[in-house]
T-cell receptor, first 116, second 113 residues
């Protein structure tokens, strides 16, 4: 597709369950980012991939959160033992190059996670 | 990272210019000013960025003061579809990390018919 695709668009789960959120970036974009957005707040950085490797994972809140990008394209954000506080919209973005002078990010529409 | 300050909300009449201010008084010489917007239930969308010169593209104009401590995003003829949260972000020029794209709470712009 032409833009960043995220699935599922909505996910409802129970506390303690495991969740995977998928991001399909724009073709050819080497940089991929995950953000989390709580209601009424701006997006909060989680992790950044350059190619297959996580170049910066300093935004991951704790070790229940993990992300992979094994072939340098699609990425999966994994959340173990979900908690109600994990409820948020998880946004994925990609860019043609790492954030240099023209570091425009292209965002997907997000995956809304609700933990009951 | 330089912190930005934006009004929480603004209204603008349809067809008029919308002028969104941003204060970034602690901005460093190597930091750019970026603007993104987020329409309800969508991901953020890049609008424009600049270093010290005024910039214009098909979406908006960016006016940066000479001392670079503040800037204004101008939507010349606002439409109802411009209703969104507008984020002003400052970010270092050469960043090895995406962390520096730090979103604040932004300005909720409501364009009124």
């Amino acid at each position: 597709g032409a833009g960043v695709s995220q699935t599922p668009s909505n996910k409802v789960t129970e506390k303690g369950k495991y969740v995977e959120l998928r991001c399909d970036p724009i073709s050819g974009h080497t940089a991929l980012y995950w953000y989390r957005q709580s209601l009424g707040q701006g997006p909060e950085f989680l992790i950044y991939f350059q190619g297959t490797g996580a170049a910066d994972d300093s935004g991951l809140p704790n070790d229940r959160f993990f992300a992979v990008r094994p072939e340098g394209s699609v990425s999966t954000l994994k959340i173990q033992r979900t908690e109600r506080g994990d409820s948020a919209v998880y946004l994925c973005a990609s860019s043609l190059r790492p954030q240099g002078a023209n570091g425009e990010l292209f965002f997907g529409e997000g995956s809304r996670l609700t933990v009951l | 990272d330089a912190k930005t300050t934006q009004p929480t909300s603004m209204d603008c009449a349809e067809g008029r210019a919308a002028n969104l201010p941003c204060n970034h008084s602690t901005i460093s010489g190597n930091e750019y000013v970026y603007w993104y917007r987020q329409i309800h239930s969508q991901g953020p969308q890049y609008i424009i960025h600049g270093l010290k010169n005024n910039e214009t593209n098909e979406m908006a104009s960016l006016i940066i003061t000479e001392d670079r401590k503040s800037s204004t995003l101008i939507l010349p003829h606002a439409t109802l579809r411009d209703t969104a949260v507008y984020y002003c972000i400052v970010r270092p020029f050469s960043s090895g990390s995406a962390r520096q794209l730090t979103f604040g709470s932004g300005t909720q712009l409501t364009v009124l018919p």
